[in-house]
């Protein structure tokens, strides 16, 4: 059976949109346990531009920065293991909430609960 | 109500996550009309490794991007609006269509169907 | 002829990694009025993290920002056009400082001096 | 002693731009055994669009793509471990070329030789 996507589809959709341009419009950046908070609170205050995007939070965890630091230049570059994210998105009364945790030793997007 | 996701859900998620990955990974790739072909071939090959991508098929538009060159230059930066993007994912027995299109000058992600 | 690189050639390849990077890495990041200032400081403090990266300042036009919003969204994606940055690179004892800025409707990264 | 730049000087500018270019538009990109031709052809020819970027070529090493591969999900993401490449730039006349290759288990961006 074929339909038109529901709201609560569609909120679905519009959470990973989010989550795969979070990841890969930051993976990537050097980072230091000296610039931790400054890119958390870019990449969060960046997404929240995009649709239906209520709310992000981005820790970037300085132990594992620290633990994954070429130690010649002192810094590394993000990775998902690197960081935990949650967002809640909003779309015509439906909220999508996820979050990105690392599973097994891979960090895994995760779609946790629809709500409408 | 708050629920766990369906499949149908998990599915549009998961198709969102890709759009978001091939957009912010790809946006702003040098691209002429020399090298629509490769950046296409790559973008889909790219994307269809990421889990229950089963099709991914992008046009870079030559006429498109011949009109967004920097004629000094010869060359521009990918954008939303220089391609068109379809895309098939599967997740336990549901398949959802999703397409990159153009509305009122913008490039706009759409989630067309979802099927079980 | 062909030599091995100077000291002050080091210095300007350097300098040019640092602007490909920046720009590549940050270009297509959702922005608005409201994230401009986040936005700014992280794109700084993540380049700083590279070797040889003395200082970094990078000015997000609040103007221009507001002038390429695509009004329905509210937000645009970072591109040269929407800012200025300026660095200065110490590699060896020599100095080289390079800018970006518009020039005839084009970013344009720019090696200003190279002072040892 | 502060001078304009030299010829050679802006040579080794412009590789450094294309080499931090390369890196961060293309680190990240899902990656696997299937699909490593596309993406080195797509590199080389998206970073040849670049002024003054006479050749790219660019190695990305199955073997090592197939160790580093995530076997759950079949795939990885592109690093600058999992890839060789030489560039020639040619400015007014200078020949600058680099390399990006493997020092002490971490990718460096050499600058080989500059020819005039």
Redesign the interface.
């Known amino acids: 059976?074929?339909?038109?996507?529901?709201d609560?589809?569609?909120a679905?959709?519009?959470?990973?949109?989010?989550?795969?341009?979070?990841?890969?419009?930051f993976?990537?950046?050097?980072?230091?346990p000296?610039?931790t908070r400054?890119?958390e609170?870019?990449?969060a205050?960046?997404?929240?531009?995009?649709?239906y995007c209520e709310s992000v939070t981005v820790d970037v965890l300085d132990d594992r920065v620290a633990d994954a630091i070429?130690h010649?230049?002192?810094?590394t570059?993000l990775?998902g293991a690197l960081m935990e994210v949650e967002m809640r998105i909003e779309y015509e009364g439906v909220v999508?909430r996820?979050r990105m945790e690392m599973e097994?030793g891979?960090p895994l997007?995760k779609?946790?609960?629809?709500?409408?």
Do not use: R, W
């Not at 059976?1 to 529901?6: E, F, H, K, N, R």
């Open positions: 059976m074929t339909d038109a996507p529901t609560a589809q569609q679905c959709f519009e959470a990973g949109i989010k989550f795969g341009s979070l990841y890969h419009q993976a990537g950046t050097p980072v230091s000296d610039s400054s890119l609170t870019a990449i205050e960046s997404i929240e531009n995009q649709p070429d010649e230049n002192g810094y570059e990775t999508a996820t097994d891979y997007m779609l946790q609960s629809v709500e409408q």
